[in-house]
């Protein structure tokens, strides 16, 4: 059994202040037991009063060794951490006047960073005077996202920020139509082609291979 200790994230065996508490655990029906009787139960099994919902009325303590509720904790944390997909922001930068050389190689670049589930932010820098030319720069990024359509959707419009102009692109996910398309194609591939129908075979005609006869018909 754990020893109570004040740094201890929860609170437990004596640390656990309620009259009475509500008990779950492996194999044990849920009940309320006043706090002295649960801890009592708990020395009984070897185990310790794990107070794991104190908001509650009465509070929920499960009968588990601590040093085990802790790794089961962490663990769970861990399988979360996981499961979260970290998203990094690529950035991709104009000048004003880009030339569609240079505008086609960006473009390759922000295809590849929301194909691997990256966000994209593309921003127009305006250097000295060339401010005045904030429309045309505000035109080129939304060419720019009409152009990626199919990889990423808006998720801020084109912004002035100082002498930057800034739109931000969230990857798009696999559209529902193709996963459809590609369950459709699957069922197609296991159904059996029906079979062709043969031609009727023509009944061989006999052939009489001797020498005819005058008279005589021996075709059927």
Do not use: W
Request: glycine fraction near 6%; aromatic fraction near 8%; proline fraction near 5%.
């Amino acid at each position: 059994m754990k020893k109570d200790n004040p740094k201890q994230q929860y609170r437990v065996n004596e640390q656990i202040r309620a009259r009475e508490v509500r008990i779950v655990g492996d194999g044990i029906e849920s009940t309320v037991l006043p706090t002295y009787k649960a801890i009592q139960m708990a020395e009984q099994k070897g185990v310790d009063l794990v107070e794991i919902s104190p908001n509650a009325e009465p509070p929920v303590c499960r009968l588990i060794d601590y040093s085990k509720f802790l790794y089961q904790q962490k663990k769970h944390q861990k399988e979360i951490k996981a499961k979260q997909v970290k998203v990094e922001v690529k950035e991709i930068r104009f000048g004003p006047q880009t030339d569609d050389h240079d505008y086609n190689f960006k473009l390759k670049h922000a295809q590849g960073f929301l194909s691997d589930g990256d966000k994209v932010k593309a921003y127009v820098f305006f250097k000295g005077r060339s401010i005045l030319f904030k429309e045309q720069g505000e035109v080129l990024l939304l060419r720019f996202a009409a152009d990626l359509e199919e990889y990423g959707k808006v998720e801020q419009m084109p912004q002035l920020e100082g002498k930057r102009m800034i739109m931000f692109i969230a990857p798009k996910k696999q559209p529902a139509q193709a996963k459809k398309v590609l369950e459709s194609t699957a069922q197609e591939l296991n159904v059996e082609k029906p079979r062709e129908k043969k031609a009727p075979q023509q009944k061989a005609r006999k052939e009489y291979t001797g020498p005819k006869v005058e008279g005589e018909d021996f075709d059927d």
